[in-house]
């Protein structure tokens, strides 16, 4: 998806930009964010926290402290993880998903964020960042709404509407499916793509 693409190579630049401000930095996604249409104001920002507050503490899957989701203003159904632990879903994707199914894109933006995830972290929800680092994410994703006391369901439910929407790429779709597959079919996950949880103490 060409926003997506945008995304990561963005993300290669921003990582090595020192700051040399002497005021607050601008969070490294600030400008990305612009270019995607800003990040929206309204009820839509109340309904996108709720998704992620289901998910409980997630600190125990990504070692951060602290997440937030904001709203973009483009029409794309999309969602995004930056490392600062900043999570971005578009207005077209609210449209797109109901409650459950958000709470389940959500958890597998933030499995793109798991301590030992591969080192190119951030991805974009409808599979910029290669099939394997999808499927990781989505493992983590369903372990993270499994210990949330929801049904992993709620990820393979919000990929078929992606996987469905006919603003997805037709080359996107075989990735989708493949991915809905393994949730689904409670299939295991490919052994390299396999998160192993940390333990919780
Ligand atoms: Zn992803």
């Given at each position: 998806?060409?926003?997506?693409l945008g995304f990561?190579?963005?993300?290669?630049?921003v990582?090595?930009?020192?700051?040399?401000?002497q005021?607050?930095?601008s969070p490294?996604?600030?400008n990305?964010?612009e270019?995607e249409g800003?990040?929206?104001?309204?009820?839509e920002c109340?309904?996108?926290?709720t998704a992620?507050?289901?998910?409980g503490?997630?600190?125990w899957?990504t070692?951060?402290?602290?997440?937030?989701?904001r709203?973009l203003?483009?029409?794309?159904?999309?969602?995004?993880?930056?490392p600062d632990?900043?999570?971005?879903?578009?207005?077209?994707l609210?449209?797109?998903l109901?409650?459950?199914?958000?709470?389940?894109?959500?958890?597998?933006?933030?499995?793109?964020?798991?301590?030992?995830?591969?080192r190119?972290?951030?991805a974009a929800?409808?599979?910029s960042?290669?099939t394997?680092?999808?499927?990781y994410?989505?493992?983590?994703?369903?372990?993270?709404?499994k210990?949330?006391g929801?049904?992993?369901?709620?990820?393979?439910?919000?990929?078929?509407k992606?996987?469905?929407?006919?603003?997805?790429p037709?080359s996107?779709?075989?990735?989708?499916?493949?991915r809905?597959?393994?949730?689904?079919?409670?299939?295991a996950?490919?052994e390299?793509?396999?998160?192993h949880?940390?333990?919780?103490?």
């Amino acid at each position: 998806m060409k926003g997506a693409l945008g995304f990561c190579f963005l993300m290669v630049v921003v990582a090595s930009a020192g700051c040399v401000s002497q005021t607050a930095p601008s969070p490294a996604w600030s400008n990305w964010a612009e270019r995607e249409g800003g990040v929206a104001q309204g009820p839509e920002c109340a309904r996108a926290s709720t998704a992620l507050a289901r998910l409980g503490d997630p600190g125990w899957i990504t070692k951060l402290r602290f997440l937030h989701v904001r709203v973009l203003n483009t029409n794309c159904p999309c969602a995004y993880a930056w490392p600062d632990g900043s999570l971005f879903v578009t207005k077209g994707l609210l449209l797109l998903l109901d409650d459950d199914e958000l709470t389940g894109a959500l958890a597998h933006e933030i499995g793109h964020l798991a301590e030992d995830s591969p080192r190119f972290k951030s991805a974009a929800f409808s599979g910029s960042g290669g099939t394997k680092c999808e499927v990781y994410a989505d493992a983590a994703g369903c372990e993270l709404l499994k210990s949330a006391g929801l049904a992993p369901d709620f990820l393979a439910r919000a990929l078929i509407k992606v996987r469905n929407d006919p603003r997805t790429p037709a080359s996107l779709r075989v990735a989708l499916s493949q991915r809905i597959q393994i949730i689904q079919g409670g299939e295991a996950f490919p052994e390299q793509t396999v998160w192993h949880a940390p333990r919780i103490r």
